[in-house]
């Protein structure tokens, strides 16, 4: 992606605009760490059957980080589970 002169990212393929990954995002809310918001992307699209050898949990040294991470990661997976439910159900 490159930044042209508008302030805006553009695509060089096919030249539709991209939102940069530094870019704040709205849909994480203030209330939860940066831990219970990357464990909660794990827990909603990433493997949910191998928590324990997660290599994302290692990054969270404090335990505070990492209980964080593990309610994030707990969330994210109940959304996924609500989701399947929902798309089963139609």
Same mark, same amino acid.
């Given at each position: 992606?490159?930044?042209?002169?508008?302030? %805006? *990212?553009?695509? +060089? #393929?096919?030249?539709?605009? %991209? !939102? +940069?990954?530094? #870019?704040? %995002?709205?849909?994480?809310?203030?209330?939860? !760490?940066?831990? @219970?918001?990357?464990?909660?992307?794990?827990? $909603? *699209?990433?493997?949910?059957?191998?928590? !324990?050898?997660?290599?994302? &949990?290692? /990054?969270?040294?404090? !335990?505070?980080?990492?209980?964080? @991470? @593990?309610?994030?990661?707990?969330?994210? @997976?109940?959304?996924?589970?609500? /989701?399947? $439910? &929902? %798309?089963? #159900?139609?």
């Amino acid at each position: 992606m490159r930044r042209l002169p508008d302030n %805006v *990212y553009r695509c +060089p #393929a096919c030249g539709s605009e %991209v !939102t +940069p990954i530094s #870019a704040p %995002v709205s849909w994480k809310s203030p209330d939860h !760490t940066e831990a @219970y918001w990357c464990g909660w992307l794990d827990g $909603r *699209y990433g493997d949910p059957e191998h928590f !324990t050898n997660n290599p994302r &949990l290692a /990054k969270w040294e404090s !335990t505070s980080d990492r209980l964080d @991470y @593990y309610r994030g990661h707990r969330a994210g @997976y109940e959304a996924r589970l609500r /989701k399947t $439910r &929902l %798309v089963e #159900a139609s």
